[in-house]
């Protein structure tokens, strides 16, 4: 044991091993869904994938409730993105159930989940550097263009640097604000559920908390969040409860702090395991 009470483990393979072990005690519990009237968006038991006959997502689970800030952390090519495209239509579900108010949304297409109140942020290319902030505004407020105006002040209130700069070209900006101008652009559809694919990427500790309170401002304007992250640490200290995927499939669910304070989660995902 160390001392910090984790299991040490001493060769690669061993830690491969170790990994495995654990990984497969936590797979063996799946995550409680309850039924689609419960949530306000239930995806249960999702099975996707990009190439025919290879599943990347083998049942995943997920739920958020109104008002929540849910995190889907893991290791690289554990899932995360793919699982986010797949709620936002990006990618058909194979197998399993997606339900937004109760109301299945499986087979839709992006715009038919933008139509119903949900935003999504690409993780890359999130933004049309040609144009301004205001016209990449614009394109979000595509389907109301009318609501421009009014949708254009409730997002600068939350986003100054979008009023201020409105006529600065998009690709002039740093990294962070390009992140702000493309979150601003997901919400200008008033959207109740926000879906956001690791949004503190590439960019540097004081933006990337930026970002993190952005997040918690929008939250507690309205908007329920389900975000992937790669700071699995500070992810889990702002949001409301976190789900660990691992190969495409749960590995632990919980809320922020129990995740947080989980020795297996913290050996795993948190701590030295994680970067071996
Ligand atoms: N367009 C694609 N075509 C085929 N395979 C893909 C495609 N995008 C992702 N994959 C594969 O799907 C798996 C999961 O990728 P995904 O991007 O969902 O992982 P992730 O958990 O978000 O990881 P990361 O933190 O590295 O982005 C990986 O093996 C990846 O190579």
Redesign the pocket.
Same mark, same amino acid.
């Given at each position: 044991m160390s001392e910090d009470g984790g299991l040490r483990a001493e060769s690669a393979e061993e830690i491969q091993e170790h990994r495995e072990e654990l990984l497969e005690q936590a797979v063996a519990e799946p995550a409680e869904a309850g039924s689609p009237g419960d949530h306000l968006l239930l995806a249960k038991e999702l099975v996707a994938g990009? %190439?025919p006959g290879v599943n990347?997502l083998n049942g995943c689970t997920l739920t958020l409730t109104e008002g929540e800030v849910v995190a889907i952390i =893991?290791?690289? =090519?554990? =899932?995360?993105?793919?699982?986010i495209k797949t709620v936002f239509g990006l990618i058909p579900v194979r197998e399993g159930e997606l339900t937004l108010r109760g109301a299945s949304i499986k087979g839709l297409p992006a715009h038919g989940l933008v139509e119903r109140g949900v935003g999504y942020v690409p @993780?890359t290319r999130n933004v049309f550097p040609s144009l301004t902030i205001e016209e990449n505004l614009q394109m979000g407020a595509y389907l109301r263009p009318k609501a421009f105006a009014e949708r254009f002040a409730v997002v600068a209130e939350l986003f100054p640097l979008l009023g201020g700069r409105r006529k600065a070209k998009a690709g002039s900006l740093s990294g962070g604000e390009r992140q702000m101008v493309a979150m601003g652009r997901a919400l200008m559809m008033d959207p109740s559920v926000l879906l956001l694919d690791?949004p503190t990427a590439g960019l540097s500790p004081i933006y990337q908390e930026e970002v993190f309170q952005r997040v918690k401002q929008v939250n507690e304007a309205g908007v329920s969040v389900i975000m %992937?992250e @790669?700071n699995a640490r500070r992810c889990l200290q702002i949001c409301d409860r976190g789900y660990v995927?691992d190969q495409?499939r749960n590995a632990y669910t919980g809320t922020g702090a129990e995740l947080l304070n989980d020795p297996n989660v913290i050996e795993l995902y948190l701590g030295t395991l994680a970067k071996a």
């Open positions: 990009y %190439v990347i =893991g290791p690289n =090519g554990a =899932g995360k993105s793919t699982l @993780q690791e %992937v @790669q995927l495409g």
